[in-house]
């Protein structure tokens, strides 16, 4: 191995790059030593001398995505954790949320003899092009917060300045967590698909190996598309934030005359929605369903149940959900900063722009697209008792009379996007008169929120890729459109300084 290692690919949510060149296996060999030393110290911090764990007492579950790389990923991540003594749960070709699930699980006293893993490592790059790869790591039920993804990394980098020659060897067992977490589900939900149609778009990942069939199990009638797992994504790339890859699905809902289609990323934690007249819906409009349906009955019992979002949403979402006697509450864009919010505030459901949507509402409250589908399906059936020509478009009517552009993607190196932002945000505040149109507020929680007197305006720094995503929002498409030239024009200018 070498005698230095890049470690730039440690972020914010999770580790990201671009395969064999900021994500290797001599990374994630140290990765997974960095990880169980941080577990180790965790889980002994507060411990008295008696109550010690000892490192061959912890179980990590592992699985990975279809990218044609994240197997020999996999295979030196789990030497880097056995090689510590601690043993792996290995999962194989799994979706993200049942590595999520796994430290939930009741996992057999045969395979594992404390029958539950202490964390979950799961080898993904999630919506990324096919060249990047990542990992995915959780702890106590938990996802790692930057802090703690911080303190791995600290660890990771010792353990590389350390060059241990003597290694432990723990337990490598093999587990298919599949049958399980669908029995859970089933369980859940038992027959409520009966009547609904269904179009899966799996795009060749990992949905395909358990969304399809347990659907059906649910009794959807489902017409399947892209089922087959293929690392190369023969057919689109599994990303429904991306408009261009849910062609297909729409045209096939159309076709069939379905109630739904749903479409999975790369890893299925996040959903995409389209509806029965072939439209995609937004991941605010889709939390505004999720919420309507969980909220309305508990305000009307006086409760003011919790409803997390980020700062790319429509206002729409936060003035509905209040009005209705909830809490909606703004926060970070990112999976680690979603779940950590929604546990200081406890709440009951949160969701993304991107369709990573996590309920505590009969749920564990991580995100899982499979389990969000299967809540639309029950969202779509429950209306249908009442009302036979029910559509799920049928609750978006807040929605009505709102212009909302679609998401803008501008690129800038990552080395550059801290001092382009600092610079828009200054140039915002020297010109009040800058949209033609009072500002009301300038929210900087994540990049820059800027609240006009009929919409808003704003910009992040993406967390996984180069570029900056903008958004923009107006009560007509005039002012809507003039808004996102404004605003353009200046980072497009702002950017240029700098690259």
Sequence with gaps: ?????????????????????????ELFYYAGRGYVRYI???????????????IKDIWVSVCMDVRTHSPSLTSSLIKGVTSTGANVLNLGVAPTPLGYYSEFAQIPDNVISVGKVNGA???????????????????????????????????SMAEVDARETTNRHGIIRKYNIIEQYSENIINKFAAIGRGIKVVTDCGNATAGLVAPQLYRDLGCEVVELFTEPDGTFPNHHPNPSDEKTL????????????????????DSDRIGIVDSKGESMTGDKLLLIYATDICE??????????????????????????????????TKTGHGYIKAKMKEENAILAGEMSGHTFFKDRYYGFDDAIYAGCRIIEIIAKHKMTNPDFKIEDMLKPFDGICTSKEVRFRCQNDFKKAVLEDMEKAVQNNPDLFGTKIKDIITLDGMRIILEDGFAMIRQS?????????????????????????????????KKYC
């Design 1 to 25: 191995m070498s005698n230095t290692l890049d470690f730039r690919a440690f972020g914010k949510n999770d580790i990201r790059g671009i395969y064999n060149e900021d994500v290797t296996e």
């Design 40 to 54: 180790f110290q965790e889980l002994n911090k507060n411990a008295d001398e008696n109550n010690q764990t000892d």
């Design 121 to 155: 490592l799961i080898v993904t790059a999630s919506h990324n092009p096919s060249e990047y790869n990542g990992l995915k790591m959780t702890f106590n039920r938990a996802s790692l917060t930057e802090e703690q993804i911080k303190e791995v990394k600290k660890l």
């Design 247 to 266: 062609e297909a699905l729409k045209k096939t809902v159309v076709k069939e005359n379905a109630d739904v289609g749903i479409a999975f990323d790369g």
């Design 297 to 330: 009955p508990l305000t009307r019992r006086g409760e003011k149940p919790v409803v997390v979002s980020e700062v790319k949403c429509s206002q729409v979402l936060y003035d509905t959900i209040n009005a209705m006697g909830g809490n909606a509450i703004m």
């Design 463 to 495: 967390n996984t890729e180069p570029v900056f995503t903008l958004r923009f929002e107006a009560k007509s498409k005039e002012n809507c459109e003039r808004y996102q030239d404004i605003f353009v024009n200046l980072l497009d200018k702002t950017v």
